[in-house]
């Protein structure tokens, strides 16, 4: 039954009486002085605030439980705080605790006894740097989401100071390089030189001091991932304690995330960098070529074949670190990650990887091969260190047999990329890449999905399909023949194409429109532009796309007479000028007269092809087991 009371009281001090109304004296005879809030005589309207108690479901022991709150100006108030804290005790909620924020997110972490090593780390950082020195003091009843709007405004104050301090130290770092500069400039000019050296270790002090408590900006996603450890504790404490009314996490408003996508370098880009340094996104791409020139500039490197293997296979540099060779097979053809290394603080430890990222991935003849003259190079470092090799039974080691630390990997792929004159990517994007060359491969997305150990297609599909130019350009090219589209023209001059059009059964020529006068045009074939025409039509049009759908009307209808194949169309109308494109168009197309080989007349083979015959003269291939 919910039967409040309430009554007024004030901070009021004055002399004390006990319950028959006498004055209570102290050791001296004096009357004891001390707080008369419930029996002042000044209570009233205008003196004294709102208190209210109520009895509670009694605890254990059937000891009584008293839930009292005072401060209120207005009795409405009271009431109002009165009826809400019934109702939470109702729901189980303790609202008799005492207990801090702080003191419950780390008896929330201590509890979590199945995280894994990474999320612990994480979780704990966050309480530390974040939930303990903003949230640490409130009681745990208190909470409510006006104190978590607090927290991540003092966060983005914080940012600000941040970002001044950032720019400071940044002054100072040109200033030190300045003065590095003048001082090997002097050289041979003993008084210059010396004053010169001077400012440069004034300089080199005066940064060492800048840098004392830099720290590094809260980005809008790290403070998701704050929200999260926040939402999960609340959570947490709700299920199993009704320690909070609501989860107040699931209310905060936080500034958006946009996840960078992936980013192709292509050449415009790549002399962009060149001539400024700048990247143009946090998470770039090597096209084809580019990957082709770095595989051959670390064909001598000792970890050449990881390298490969990183391009081609996209497995995470702890799973890697990780990977033993009795879960390798250069016979059957397949790795199986089941292992990975994780680092926290600088220091590994061993974890399964999560159950979406156990997978068994098929490997390449180039692949295997690579794994097994790996190898090889290991039994000959074997030899060479003899006892003081390290036995370790991992595939990715050092010459000398030691465990790579997964840091160390990323800095000598950063490093090698830099030798290479190429331009940057970090070692994470080769997953982006092997997705994308895999896609570009014309590899189903979920087979890209399961290689990449995703829990999700729909992950791989937002984070790994950053299209190479020539899926793009596939895709250009192949739109406009998909559509068709009825555009009147005539021919003026049928088109023929010759027999030296034909390369291997393939023919490519341009169908170059221009306009004469008015909205007349005129369309020729040709292989190239100073050649014959092919062939010529004429219509009337105002757009250069009409234009360009007529071209690939005309060209399919003679394939179409003459049993050949539309296989590639491609509008090239972006490449002129903006102030030239209402005057002309550029479409490339592809042409093939032979047909698919058919199983008819092809004799079935005995035996294996010789390419099946992949180990080298010599070489003797390991099972890995």
């Known amino acids: 039954m919910f039967s409040p009371s309430y009554y007024r009281r004030c901070q009021c001090k004055g002399a004390l009486t006990d319950k028959e109304g006498s004055p209570v004296l102290d050791t001296d005879g004096s009357p004891k002085i001390g707080d008369i809030?419930?029996?002042?005589?000044?209570?009233?309207?205008?003196?004294?605030t709102?208190?209210?108690?109520?009895?509670?479901?009694?605890?254990?022991?059937?000891k009584r439980a008293r839930v009292r709150r005072g401060g209120f100006a207005k009795l409405d108030d009271a009431k109002r705080k009165?009826?809400?804290?019934?109702?939470?005790?109702?729901?189980g909620t303790d609202v008799l605790s005492d207990e801090s924020c702080g003191d419950f997110f780390l008896r929330w972490i201590k509890a979590k006894k199945s995280l894994a090593r990474t999320t612990r780390h994480g979780y704990e950082e966050h309480i530390g740097l974040y939930l303990h020195p903003h949230l640490g003091h409130i009681k745990r009843r208190d909470l409510k989401v006006r104190h978590l709007d607090k927290m991540y405004d003092a966060i983005e104050r914080e940012n600000a100071e941040r970002i001044l301090h950032r720019l400071r130290v940044d002054q100072l770092q040109k200033d030190r390089d300045e003065g590095h500069r003048l001082w090997v400039k002097a050289a041979g000019k003993k008084e210059e030189r010396r004053a010169a050296r001077r400012a440069f270790l004034d300089a080199n002090a005066a940064l060492r001091e800048g840098k004392k408590g830099l720290r590094k900006i809260t980005s809008a996603a790290t403070m998701h991932r704050i929200n999260d450890t926040l939402s999960s504790a609340l959570s947490w404490g709700i299920k199993r304690e009704q320690a909070f009314a609501k989860n107040w996490a699931q209310l905060v408003e936080l500034p958006p995330v946009t996840r960078p996508k992936p980013l192709v370098w292509t050449p415009e880009r790549v002399e962009h960098w060149k001539r400024t340094g700048a990247k143009p996104g946090p998470v770039m791409v090597w096209t084809p070529e580019l990957t082709g020139q770095y595989l051959d500039f670390?064909?001598?490197?000792?970890?050449?074949?990881?390298?490969?293997?990183?391009?081609?296979?996209g497995p995470r540099r702890g799973e890697m670190a990780a990977l033993p060779w009795t879960e390798v097979s250069t016979d059957a053809l397949w790795l199986r990650i089941s292992q990975q290394i994780v680092e926290v603080a600088y220091e590994l430890y061993g974890e399964a990887p999560k159950a979406d990222s156990v997978r068994t991935l098929s490997l390449s003849?180039?692949?295997?091969?690579?794994?097994?003259?790996?190898?090889?190079?290991?039994?000959?470092?074997?030899?060479?260190?003899?006892d003081a090799y390290v036995e370790t039974g991992r595939v990715w080691t050092h010459e000398n047999g030691e465990a790579l630390h997964p840091d160390w990997i990323s800095r000598r792929f950063t490093r090698l990329v830099e030798l290479s004159g190429l331009p940057p990517v970090r070692l994470h994007d080769l997953r982006h890449l092997a997705a994308t060359l895999s896609l570009l491969?014309?590899?189903?997305?979920?087979?890209?999905?399961?290689?990449?150990?995703?829990?999700?297609?729909?992950?791989?599909?937002?984070?790994?399909?950053s299209v190479l130019p020539e899926m793009m350009r596939a895709e250009a090219e192949s739109v406009m023949a998909v559509v068709p589209r009825v555009v009147s023209f005539e021919v003026h001059t049928p088109l023929s194409i010759p027999e030296n059009a034909w390369q291997d059964d393939i023919a490519v020529f341009f169908a170059h429109g221009a306009r004469q006068s008015g909205d007349a045009w005129a369309v020729g074939a040709q292989n190239q532009s100073d050649a014959d025409l092919l062939g010529v039509i004429t219509l009337v049009s105002r757009d250069q796309d009409d234009v360009a759908n007529a071209a690939v009307k005309w060209i399919r209808d003679h394939c179409a007479a003459n049993n050949l194949e539309l296989v590639r169309v491609e509008n090239f109308n972006d490449r002129y000028p903006e102030e030239q494109r209402a005057h002309f168009s550029l479409t490339r197309v592809t042409v093939s007269r032979a047909e698919s080989p058919g199983p008819d007349g092809w004799t079935l083979p005995k035996g294996l092809p010789p390419a099946a015959s992949r180990t080298a003269p010599g070489r003797r291939r390991s099972t890995g087991t």
């Open 298 to 313: 670390v064909k001598d490197d000792w970890l050449y074949e990881l390298w490969h293997s990183f391009i081609f296979l």
């Open 50 to 62: 709102w208190y209210f108690y109520f009895e509670a479901e009694p605890g254990e022991g059937g």
């Open 82 to 91: 009165a009826k809400e804290l019934y109702d939470a005790a109702t729901a």
């Open 37 to 48: 809030g419930l029996t002042c005589p000044k209570l009233g309207k205008s003196h004294g």
């Open 365 to 386: 003849l180039e692949t295997g091969d690579n794994l097994v003259s790996f190898r090889a190079k290991q039994e000959r470092k074997r030899r060479e260190w003899g």
């Open 441 to 465: 491969a014309g590899t189903d997305i979920k087979v890209v999905q399961e290689k990449l150990g995703h829990s999700s297609r729909q992950i791989t599909s937002d984070t790994y399909t």
